[in-house]
């Protein structure tokens, strides 16, 4: 019977011996590796070229065998690896069929908002808020979390990075309701406390794994991931201009448009603003950050007043320019 030996072998302190047996290859291929040091692209590549040539003849093979289970999971689990390694291909008509079919626009509360947006936040996208501090980001977002869990039945994940998040006023915003109903809703949101990129990481890991086993089983899950704010996480990492920080802002924003167009997330962050040319502001993080939001929203308190111009910055349907009125409520 044919079978797959890959074992990695730490002997002594000084080699780390990684073997592998491939089927109808040679019996034995050894790598060693002195402690320290990666193990050679060889190596990947020849375990990567195996598994893409011989995985479907093994998967038949599987197929023949009635006691063969755990090997029939295990080249599953192969598969699924190699899917999310080697994406297919996806034409128009079906990304026009998963926009029609599970992308929807969860209105954020605000009729001038929506409006402004093309009918609100839209699952798939990640939009961004940018806006001095007072400018009611962190209103919006309280707002579209209340919104989306009491009229949209959907789950929200509120990641509060500065102590923003207040139970109170999505009550508020919800209305006169039964404590039933009230008690519901408060519990479709759940609360996150994270200060640091690392912790943010982790916990979009988990969110995704969690995503994926609801969708499996067919479940509802999280509609509304909300990050406020995204930019007091990634500031401090990119101070020293290192490459470090600037490769994990890019890790994990391009963590954040995955988990919003596979598992139909609308994603919704906050950024402050620096000063642009001829003393206009303009969002924070850079050109490299840039890219990452689908929709980009500038906030500016006019002064002296409860209002703000809201205008748009980016976005995929609507030219920018176009902006409406947002009352902030103290």
């Given at each position: 019977m044919p079978f797959i030996y890959l074992h990695?072998?730490?002997?002594?302190?000084?080699?780390?011996?990684?073997?592998?047996?491939?089927?109808?290859?040679?019996?034995?291929?050894?790598?060693?590796?002195?402690?320290?040091?990666?193990?050679?692209?060889?190596?990947?590549?020849?375990?990567?070229?195996?598994?893409?040539?011989?995985?479907?003849?093994?998967a038949a093979h599987a197929e023949e065998q009635p006691s063969s289970e755990r090997l029939r999971q295990g080249v599953d689990?192969?598969?699924?690896?190699?899917?999310?390694?080697?994406?297919?291909?996806?034409?128009?008509?079906?990304?026009?069929?998963?926009?029609?079919?599970?992308?929807?626009?969860?209105?954020?509360g605000c009729e001038r908002i929506d409006s402004l947006l093309n009918g609100g936040l839209h699952e798939g996208h990640v939009t961004e808020l940018a806006g001095p501090s007072s400018s009611g980001k962190t209103q919006l977002c309280l707002l579209a979390a209340a919104n989306v869990a009491y009229q949209?039945?959907?789950?929200?994940?509120?990641?509060?990075?500065?102590?923003?998040?207040?139970?109170?006023?999505?009550?508020?915003?919800?209305?006169?309701?039964?404590?039933?109903?009230?008690?519901?809703?408060?519990?479709?949101?759940?609360?996150?406390?994270?200060?640091?990129?690392?912790?943010?990481?982790?916990?979009?890991?988990?969110?995704?794994?969690?995503?994926?086993?609801?969708?499996c089983k067919g479940d509802g899950g999280v509609s509304l991931l909300i990050i406020d704010?995204?930019?007091?996480?990634?500031?401090?990492?990119?101070?020293?201009?290192?490459?470090?920080g600037r490769a994990?802002?890019?890790?994990?924003?391009?963590?954040?448009?995955?988990?919003?167009?596979?598992?139909?997330?609308?994603?919704?962050?906050?950024?402050?603003t620096v000063g642009g040319n001829r003393g206009t502001i303009k969002p924070a993080l850079g050109e490299s950050w840039k890219t990452i939001p689908h929709t980009r929203l500038l906030f500016f308190r006019v002064c002296g007043s409860n209002t703000c111009d809201v205008s748009i910055l980016k976005h995929p349907y609507v030219a920018s320019g176009k902006a409406a009125k947002f009352t902030i409520h103290d």
């Open positions: 990695l072998h730490v002997g002594g302190a000084r080699h780390c011996r990684v073997k592998a047996r491939f089927i109808r290859w040679s019996p034995v291929t050894i790598y060693s590796v002195k402690k320290g040091h990666r193990i050679p692209s060889s190596f990947c590549s020849a375990v990567e070229d195996f598994l893409l040539h011989d995985l479907h003849a093994l689990q192969v598969f699924a690896i190699i899917d999310t390694i080697h994406q297919p291909w996806i034409n128009g008509m079906e990304l026009l069929e998963d926009a029609q079919k599970n992308k929807r626009a969860l209105s954020t949209h039945k959907g789950g929200v994940t509120y990641v509060d990075t500065g102590n923003s998040f207040s139970p109170k006023r999505i009550a508020h915003f919800i209305g006169q309701v039964d404590q039933k109903v009230l008690r519901t809703v408060m519990n479709s949101i759940v609360c996150h406390r994270v200060y640091d990129i690392f912790t943010l990481l982790a916990m979009l890991h988990e969110l995704e794994f969690r995503r994926k086993s609801q969708m704010s995204i930019s007091s996480l990634i500031t401090p990492i990119l101070g020293s201009n290192s490459p470090q994990l802002m890019i890790s994990t924003g391009s963590l954040l448009k995955k988990l919003a167009h596979e598992y139909n997330i609308a994603v919704l962050v906050t950024n402050h």
